[in-house]
């Protein structure tokens, strides 16, 4: 079994910036590749960022390309989320996930961690 924890969410206004970070033990194989996402209330799950471990290679959602960095430490089993001129519209519970395939459906995603909040206001 694979285990995800995330962390780092919290209140910040406009403009702002956040670090999240996702902490993987159990099986975890350098082959995975990790993913953010964010659910909003009433919304479905979105895809944010995804990087490949071996190649170090990212894919990120229009929505966040320019704003957001996804980047891992393999020596740590630990992926970040940096989130940089943080909008309203950006408030949601935000997750990460594990998978051996670099999609972005989250439907391809074997393991999620519990979800951080954030809140960003106006």
């Known amino acids: 079994q694979v285990q995800l924890v995330e962390s780092g969410g919290g209140l910040v206004q406009t403009g702002g910036s956040l670090r999240l970070s996702c902490a993987a033990s159990g099986r975890i194989s350098s082959r995975f590749v990790m993913g953010w996402f964010r659910q909003a209330p009433g919304k479905e799950r979105e895809f944010l960022a995804l990087?490949?471990?071996?190649?170090?290679?990212?894919i990120y959602a229009d929505s966040v390309k320019g704003r957001f960095t996804i980047s891992s430490d393999n020596a740590k089993n630990t992926v970040y989320l940096q989130m940089n001129g943080l909008k309203p519209e950006d408030t949601a519970v935000y997750y990460c996930?594990?998978?051996?395939?670099?999609?972005?459906?989250?439907?391809?995603?074997?393991?999620w961690g519990q979800g951080t909040q954030v809140t960003v206001s106006s």
């Open positions: 990087i490949i471990q071996t190649t170090s290679s990212t």
């Open positions: 996930a594990a998978s051996g395939r670099p999609l972005i459906n989250p439907r391809s995603y074997d393991y």
